[in-house]
């Protein structure tokens, strides 16, 4: 398994990360569920991920804002309050002498603010981070009814395997394909009939759709979340598929599914 590196710990230091995440979680921002439904307790782990990949792109888009005196650091995390004042990370220089020497975080986290806190206003003035920009053409949030989806299976079934429901995995290949082209044509039908059925996900500097699977006979919850991306005008393709919870975090760093089918 490929080891998780963290582009935000890098760059900051958190002397209470979990404790940092659940402020967060329950004292700032607009209430919304963290954790997926099969959580025991409370790891916000929907938030962990949304903050690790936002501020990867943050980096990426050179918005991270400096004090006059490099002293201080913040990003925007892109969330807000129950009142909509954005909310940032601030940060303060590592003035660890071995900091260098060591390879350490170069700044230590001190809060989640508000836009509205004194000293992200007195130490940035009007050198206030803007949000990361996920997407540029809006229509690419909406599923194009005219264009048709055109589904690679023989991907999807070998790099897959593992995410299909246990009640699949010893299934014939023939019948491993019927069921999920099945899967997919009833899918397409949906977001045809109503465009909200698809729900936006940022991948790897993209924007992909997610169309719900339904591959267990008898019920009408998805499975699977087929990942489709537009090729030219008029088609959609699809060579892989995320389980919900993979699906879920992808598509929060845009904006909290509203779909009826994506929950957390």
């Known amino acids: 398994m490929k080891k998780f ?3 935000l710990f890098d760059f900051c230091w958190f ?72 909310i940032f990370a601030l940060a303060e220089r590592n003035n660890r002498p071995d900091v260098a020497e060591k390879g350490l ?27 990361a920009d996920f997407f540029q053409k809006p229509e690419d949030l909406i599923f194009n009814p005219q264009c048709r989806v055109v589904p690679q299976i023989d991907h999807i079934i070998a790099d897959n395997m593992d995410r299909f429901p246990a009640h699949m995995q010893g299934l014939s290949s023939d019948e491993m394909r019927r069921r999920l082209v099945g899967a997919i044509n009833e899918a397409q039908k949906k977001a045809r009939s109503n465009y ?47 389980t919900l919870k993979m699906a879920y975090n992808n598509a929060r760093l845009i904006v909290k599914p509203q779909s009826s089918w994506l929950k957390p």
Do not use: M
């Open 105 to 131: 975080s170069p700044y230590v986290f001190k809060a989640f603010v508000r836009e509205s806190d004194i000293q992200l206003i007195s130490k940035f003035g009007d050198n206030i981070p803007d949000i």
């Open 5 to 7: 590196h963290s582009a």
């Open 196 to 242: 909200k059925i698809a729900v936006p996900q940022y991948y790897e500097g993209k924007i992909q759709l997610l169309l719900p699977l339904c591959l267990t006979p008898g019920s009408p919850n998805p499975d699977l979340a087929l990942a489709t991306h537009k090729i030219g005008n008029n088609t959609y393709t699809a060579r892989t598929c995320l």
């Open 15 to 86: 002397p209470n990360y979990d404790a940092s995440i659940e402020y967060l979680a329950n004292n700032i921002a607009d209430p919304e569920p963290w954790d997926f439904s099969d959580a025991t307790q409370a790891k916000y782990s929907i938030l962990k991920s949304y903050i690790e990949h936002t501020f990867r792109k943050i980096k990426s888009e050179n918005k991270i804002s400096f004090s006059s005196d490099n002293n201080f650091a913040c990003f925007n995390t892109g969330l807000v309050t129950a009142n909509l004042e954005s």
